[in-house]
């Protein structure tokens, strides 16, 4: 019977690695205080995972250390190249990077959102890159003013109504 077959395997088998998301050419990665921190416990724990697998087959262990090993490099790139940026030193009368932001959409509905660094981002959860279109349509705006979101399928104003930098502000920590 042929190899291909059965269910034995002479090498190590391959982890798939999933990429970090990219960060638009030549553009800095700036990041918040939180994502710094978040970038920082994400390498502890993949120090700790590592450390762990002392005690694993050693033909699983081969392939988990070399899927970490990806992704420890991957991160040490971007710890390497993070801008830290405080957003309670940004001017406050703008949306900038770190700004938290309250939208009116045309349809009437509020949404609130946070500007963000490409590893933070959780669109799902208010969190935008501020490389995603609509954080580029906020930023610069001042509250009262509108801000266009193109797509290639569509267009939407949106209103800014307010903005705040970090805690204690109106929109307040997230």
């Given amino acids: ?18 990429p970090r998301a990219p960060l638009p050419s030549g553009v800095a990665n700036y990041v918040t205080p939180r994502g710094l921190r978040r970038l920082q416990a994400e390498q502890a724990a993949l120090e700790q995972e590592r450390s762990s697998l002392e005690a694993a087959d050693p033909a ?29 030193t940004q001017p406050h009368d703008r949306v900038r990077f770190g700004a938290d932001v309250r939208v009116r959409h045309e349809s009437g509905t509020e949404s609130q959102y946070r500007i963000v660094g490409v590893d933070e981002a959780d669109a799902g959860a ?28 569509s267009s939407e104003e949106l209103e800014v109504l307010e903005i705040g930098y970090g805690p204690g502000d109106a929109l307040g920590e997230r």
Avoid: C, H, W, Y
């Fill in 60 to 88: 699983d262990r081969v392939a988990r250390l070399n899927a970490l090993g990806q992704r420890a490099a991957e991160l040490q790139a971007r710890l390497a190249s993070a801008q830290l940026v405080d957003p309670r």
């Fill in 1 to 18: 019977m042929s190899r291909a077959f059965t269910k034995e395997d002479d090498g190590a088998r391959e982890l798939l690695v999933v």
């Fill in 126 to 153: 208010g969190l935008l890159a501020f490389s995603a279109p609509l954080a580029r349509a906020l930023l610069g705006k001042r509250v009262g003013e509108v801000a266009l979101l193109q797509t290639p399928r």
